[in-house]
């Protein structure tokens, strides 16, 4: 029986220890029916694309606490890009300021969610990025 | 076909993109499963099951680790559980595994389970076959923690490798069928724990039963043979039973000596071809099964089937029947 899950990669880059955030994200999206990749701390922007690559995955949540979300983010989005997955849409949570958040969405991530963002707006935001989820 | 020139190239891309549409089922999968068949039946496929919490995505980085310095090229499937409820799935074995990242010689594969409930994801096969074809020399399968009967996967690989660790259960949790019984190969991970000696114990009393084996003890400083009257048997594999300690790597270079041992038993006593020719006609027989079903139901209308269904629930029919009066009319 055809099924078309949509993938996702939960990824904490950087060096802040806290997951809790990114594990209530992950639980949230099993929940909703999705199949969540998760890779645990402090990964590197390479390990991050290269598990985003081998999963196939539609979609790439990054949480980042430390505040060098300005470096880490065009670092993993480039590295998609280098990899030929410029179609996965990217997701950023944590402690983000304001005036970065246009900037980000600029640089191309999706959606950018603060502390206390509703896990059902990230689920629909993910769902509306992918209308037609395609192999 | 691209997509299959592109994997046959070695397209990692490529490679992951198809791993999708054969665990999706979709026609674009089983024709290049269908293109890559002939590229098959050389990786060695061992497949590591074993209780949640055993240490198995531990141990498996380490294994691939370990072959990895043999130059040989490694695929990990790890499959985990899907919820029975949303469909989800939260898969983290990859979380144990960050020592392989950077090395292109390897390619971890998440799966979630999808309702199966023996142990692995229904296209768990076929994606070890696109593995397989790709060039990687050795597939390593990590089932969902796995109770007493999940054991589909001894089904596929060559060799299973079954994780225990020390203070899971008593000596007759040992001698029940199921999970035990499939082991080429017994590890007490996390040996660095109290009770190993116990749950070694339990495990070689276990084997011993399976498998007679002479007794040779030591009496009055003499080494004596027990003569109960059993005869080894020659040419019979008896599952080691390996310590490791899956966070640091102890053991598993000797856990790795046992798993080549056990290749060179397949391939010498011809137990290779024989588990080969069973898995292929189990594949065989499923897919036929399947193609009979839907086959049949397509020329049945659905109204019928619903009607029957009806019958049975109203306790007037038993399925058996409501069977057998389908495929006689």
Same mark, same amino acid.
């Given at each position: 029986?055809?099924?078309?899950?949509?993938?996702?990669?939960?990824?904490?880059?950087?060096?802040?220890?806290?997951?809790?955030?990114?594990?209530?994200?992950?639980?949230?999206?099993?929940?909703?029916?999705?199949?969540?990749?998760?890779?645990?701390?402090?990964?590197?922007?390479?390990?991050?694309?290269?598990?985003?690559?081998?999963?196939?995955?539609?979609?790439?949540?990054?949480?980042?606490?430390?505040?060098?979300?300005?470096?880490?983010?065009?670092?993993?989005?480039?590295?998609?890009?280098?990899?030929?997955?410029?179609?996965?849409?990217?997701?950023?949570?944590?402690?983000?300021?304001?005036?970065?958040?246009?900037?980000?969405?600029?640089?191309?991530?999706?959606?950018?969610?603060?502390?206390?963002?509703?896990?059902?707006?990230?689920?629909?935001?993910?769902?509306?990025?992918?209308?037609?989820?395609?192999? | 076909?691209?997509?299959?020139?592109?994997?046959?190239?070695?397209?990692?891309?490529?490679?992951?993109?198809?791993?999708?549409?054969?665990?999706?089922?979709?026609?674009?999968?089983?024709?290049?499963?269908?293109?890559?068949?002939?590229?098959?039946?050389?990786?060695?496929?061992?497949?590591?099951?074993?209780?949640?919490?055993?240490?198995?995505?531990?141990?498996?980085?380490?294994?691939?680790?370990?072959?990895?310095?043999?130059?040989?090229?490694?695929?990990?499937?790890?499959?985990?559980?899907?919820?029975?409820?949303?469909?989800?799935?939260?898969?983290?074995?990859?979380?144990?595994?960050?020592?392989?990242?950077?090395?292109?010689?390897?390619?971890?594969?998440?799966?979630?389970?999808?309702?199966? !409930?023996?142990?692995?994801?229904?296209?768990?096969?076929?994606?070890?076959?696109?593995?397989?074809?790709?060039?990687?020399?050795?597939?390593?399968?990590?089932?969902?923690?796995?109770?007493?009967?999940?054991?589909?996967?001894?089904?596929?690989?060559?060799?299973?490798?079954?994780?225990?660790?020390?203070?899971?259960?008593?000596?007759?949790?040992?001698?029940?069928?199921?999970?035990?019984?499939?082991?080429?190969?017994?590890?007490?991970?996390?040996?660095?724990?109290?009770?190993?000696?116990?749950?070694?114990?339990?495990?070689?009393?276990?084997?011993?039963?399976?498998?007679?084996?002479?007794?040779?003890?030591?009496?009055?400083?003499?080494?004596?043979?027990?003569?109960?009257?059993?005869?080894?048997?020659?040419?019979?594999?008896?599952?080691?039973?390996?310590?490791?300690?899956?966070?640091?790597?102890?053991?598993?270079?000797?856990?790795?000596?046992?798993?080549?041992?056990?290749?060179?038993?397949?391939?010498?006593?011809?137990?290779?071809?024989?588990?080969?020719?069973?898995?292929?006609?189990?594949?065989?027989?499923?897919?036929?099964?399947?193609?009979?079903?839907?086959?049949?139901?397509?020329?049945?209308?659905?109204?019928?089937?619903?009607?029957? !269904?009806?019958?049975?629930?109203?306790?007037?029919?038993?399925?058996?029947?409501?069977?057998?009066?389908?495929?006689?009319?």
């Amino acid at each position: 029986m055809p099924e078309r899950k949509i993938r996702v990669l939960v990824a904490k880059p950087g060096l802040d220890g806290h997951d809790r955030g990114a594990k209530v994200v992950a639980r949230a999206l099993r929940d909703a029916g999705m199949e969540v990749v998760y890779t645990g701390l402090r990964q590197t922007p390479e390990m991050i694309a290269e598990a985003a690559l081998q999963e196939d995955v539609d979609v790439v949540g990054l949480s980042i606490l430390s505040g060098a979300h300005m470096a880490l983010v065009p670092r993993v989005l480039e590295l998609l890009k280098a990899n030929g997955q410029e179609h996965v849409r990217v997701f950023v949570g944590g402690i983000i300021p304001d005036e970065d958040v246009p900037r980000l969405k600029e640089m191309g991530v999706t959606g950018v969610y603060g502390p206390g963002a509703p896990t059902e707006q990230i689920i629909a935001d993910i769902r509306a990025a992918l209308p037609s989820v395609t192999v | 076909m691209e997509f299959v020139q592109s994997v046959l190239r070695g397209d990692r891309l490529a490679l992951s993109r198809l791993l999708s549409c054969v665990e999706n089922d979709v026609p674009e999968g089983r024709l290049a499963l269908d293109a890559l068949f002939p590229y098959t039946g050389k990786a060695h496929l061992i497949g590591v099951t074993g209780a949640p919490g055993t240490g198995k995505s531990s141990l498996v980085n380490q294994l691939a680790l370990q072959i990895r310095k043999k130059e040989k090229r490694v695929a990990i499937v790890a499959v985990d559980p899907s919820s029975p409820f949303t469909g989800g799935a939260v898969l983290g074995d990859r979380v144990r595994m960050r020592d392989l990242a950077g090395d292109s010689g390897v390619f971890i594969r998440s799966m979630a389970s999808r309702g199966s !409930l023996g142990g692995l994801a229904a296209a768990t096969a076929a994606v070890t076959q696109v593995f397989d074809a790709a060039g990687f020399e050795v597939i390593l399968i990590e089932t969902v923690g796995a109770g007493q009967s999940e054991v589909d996967i001894a089904r596929l690989a060559h060799t299973t490798i079954v994780v225990e660790a020390p203070g899971l259960g008593d000596d007759i949790q040992a001698i029940k069928a199921g999970i035990l019984e499939i082991a080429d190969i017994l590890v007490i991970n996390k040996a660095d724990r109290p009770g190993v000696e116990t749950t070694e114990r339990s495990l070689r009393t276990m084997l011993e039963l399976a498998h007679p084996v002479r007794k040779v003890f030591r009496h009055h400083g003499q080494m004596m043979e027990l003569n109960d009257g059993v005869v080894p048997q020659e040419g019979l594999w008896i599952p080691p039973v390996q310590r490791t300690v899956a966070t640091d790597g102890r053991g598993v270079p000797e856990l790795l000596e046992s798993i080549e041992r056990h290749v060179a038993h397949l391939r010498a006593n011809g137990d290779w071809m024989r588990r080969e020719r069973a898995r292929l006609q189990a594949e065989f027989d499923l897919l036929l099964q399947e193609a009979l079903v839907s086959r049949f139901l397509a020329k049945i209308p659905p109204s019928k089937v619903e009607g029957m !269904l009806q019958l049975i629930q109203e306790r007037r029919i038993s399925p058996r029947e409501a069977v057998y009066q389908l495929l006689e009319n």
